[in-house]
């Protein structure tokens, strides 16, 4: 059973930078073929997919959050990492990773999801 644990601040100040880790268990980040991904839903809105990191070190962003992110892991630590810099109360949101195999929507794994309010 693979499990998917967020950590990180839950109260970021405007214009700095949010960083959130993924801890996994039960599973390598480095088997093939899936895809570790971070998702957030600010509040009263959809789930947004923002990038991930492939069983190969590959990562892929969001275009509308390209600039502002960026994805990396720690596999002796079975970990990645998502960072958003200058971030802005619209960047308020609950955030999620999760497992995704095949496709990149394709989840099988979540973690609980951590709040992230962005706040002076």
């Known amino acids: 059973q693979v499990q998917l644990q967020e950590s990180g601040p839950g109260l970021v100040k405007p214009s700095q930078t949010l960083s959130l880790t993924c801890i996994v268990s039960?599973?390598?980040?480095?088997?093939?073929?899936?895809?570790w991904s971070w998702i957030r839903q600010p509040p009263g809105k959809g789930l947004e997919w923002m990038g991930a990191?492939?069983?190969?070190?590959?990562?892929l962003y969001s275009p509308s959050l390209n600039s502002r992110t960026s994805i990396s892991r720690d596999t002796s630590k079975n970990q990645f990492t998502l960072q958003l810099t200058s971030v802005t109360p619209e960047d308020t949101a609950l955030y999620y990773c999760?497992?995704?195999?095949?496709?990149?929507?394709?989840?099988?794994?979540w973690g609980q999801g951590t709040q992230v309010t962005v706040s002076s």
């Open positions: 039960g599973g390598s980040i480095t088997t093939n073929y899936y895809y």
């Open positions: 990191i492939a069983s190969s070190g590959t990562t």
């Open positions: 999760a497992r995704a195999q095949g496709g990149l929507n394709d989840y099988d794994y």
